[in-house]
């Protein structure tokens, strides 16, 4: 594990997790399944900044303290699932008397080569998830999840075999569809939140556009909205798509056409000096994108009014 500065410590290999939080060594060395009942070392600030250089999936539940990540506190009274890509820097502040139960899959990026889910599996966004969008687990659906850490463990453990490694990718891809399920659920069901980051994205939107200050400059980039919300770009985009059938660029584009219709039916400006006002390089960009939003062009439209 290698620590530089200021820098996270990075996990390079699981063995070195394992050894690290004085678990036995890995029955394999891609993958492993850690219970976090028998994790003694929580107090450990050498662990309150870390990188794996691995994929990490946790299902948290029923413990006694909290746990901070970035500035918010959580508990996990129910359970709760968190995703890392490999090389994400993981700050998590750990008081004391920490007792936590659930498990934690640790995949090795190399454990997928040769199999589909190396490319597939960067198509789950909640890898990118902040924590506090955490993946909130009903009974039922924490069962669930719970027997698939259970099949893999069991599977990794059973003497290997030729087909065991494609059983354990199957139960992964398996992981990942149901959490891809369960994330659209709690979409819908937090439907009074996700209101309210409708309205918020409505009026971050708006004032950008009527911010003469900020219009003339650039078309406001996702990132940028993102952060105004204070969600990561990825749980925005996929929570909008869920609920509003549309992603966060589309809103930005929805709202961009508004503002441009209502500059080419109330000013004089040319159709370039709007594309130019609303934060486009090239005229030729607004006119591709007004049309396909609208079936007419900036001008065919202007004229309709006049």
Not at 65 to 76: E, V
Not at 145 to 168: C, G, L, P
Not at 235 to 248: A, C, F, K, P, V
Not at 267 to 278: P, R, V
């Amino acid at each position: 594990m290698k620590k530089v500065g200021n820098n996270p410590h990075v996990f390079n290999s699981i063995s070195e997790l394992h050894k690290e939080l004085a678990l036995t060594k890995p029955k394999h060395p891609l993958i492993s399944v850690i219970n976090f009942e028998e994790i003694k070392c929580f107090d450990n600030d050498s662990l309150s900044r870390v990188s794996y250089e691995f994929y990490c999936i946790a299902l948290k539940k029923n413990f006694e303290g909290k746990m901070k990540y970035g500035q918010q506190y959580y508990d996990f009274d129910e359970g709760v699932m968190t995703f890392f890509s490999p090389m994400q820097v993981v700050t998590t502040e750990i008081v004391e008397g920490l007792k936590l139960k659930g498990y934690w899959l640790v995949v090795h990026p190399t454990f997928l080569v040769g199999y589909s889910l190396m490319k597939s599996i960067k198509d789950y966004g909640f890898f990118s998830y902040s924590v506090n969008e955490a993946l909130h687990l009903s009974e039922q659906e924490e069962e669930i999840i719970e027997n698939i850490f259970k099949n893999i463990e069991r599977e990794y453990q059973s003497n290997i075999d030729q087909f065991s490694q494609s059983v354990i990718i199957a139960q992964i891809e398996l992981l990942l569809q149901y959490c891809n399920r369960f994330y659209n659920r709690q979409f819908i069901t937090r439907k009074i939140y996700n209101d309210e980051i409708l309205i918020r994205l409505e009026n971050i939107l708006s004032s950008y556009f009527n911010d003469e200050k900020e219009i003339g400059t650039k078309t406001p980039s996702v990132k940028y909205v993102s952060e105004q919300l204070n969600l990561s770009a990825n749980y925005l985009s996929d929570m909008l798509r869920s609920i509003t059938g549309q992603t966060t660029q589309q809103h930005i584009h929805n709202k961009l056409i508004e503002k441009a219709k209502e500059l080419l039916t109330s000013t004089n400006l040319t159709i370039s000096e709007i594309a130019f006002q609303l934060g486009f390089v090239h005229p030729q960009s607004f006119n591709k994108l007004f049309k396909k939003k609208t079936d007419v062009t900036p001008m065919e439209f202007r004229k309709s009014f006049n």
